[in-house]
Nanobody, 118 residues
């Protein structure tokens, strides 16, 4: 069974940092694009960041550009999201995603809660 499992969420004060991880099991996603999405209460799920299969290309939502960094380690089948200078508006459930060539693709993680207090 294919699974994407996120970890690293939690409660942090504004200005703080968190690092999310998403590890895949059941198959190898080294040739897949990967990304992070988030959903705040009462809002639609939105794109946060994406990375190409090789890691050579990265993409960010304007709201996180300069604060968040996406990276991947294909040997560990893991994608990361380093989040710095966190703001209360970053509070959401963060989801990992994998897709062939682009995201969003067919594979989603279960989500990890990030709460930023003011």
């Amino acid at each position: 069974q294919v699974q994407l499992v996120e970890s690293g969420g939690g409660l942090v004060q504004a200005g703080g940092s968190l690092r999310l991880s998403c590890t895949a099991s059941g198959r190898t996603f080294s040739s897949y694009a990967k990304g992070w999405f988030r959903q705040a209460p009462g809002k639609e799920r939105e794109f946060v960041a994406a990375i190409s299969w090789s890691g050579a290309n990265t993409y960010y939502a304007d709201s996180v550009k300069g604060r968040f960094t996406i990276s991947r380690d294909n040997a560990k089948n893991t994608v990361y999201l380093q989040m710095n200078s966190l703001k209360p508006e970053d509070t959401a459930v963060y989801y990992c995603n994998a897709g062939e060539g682009k995201v969003p693709g067919d594979y989603w993680g279960q989500g990890t809660q990030v709460t930023v207090s003011s």
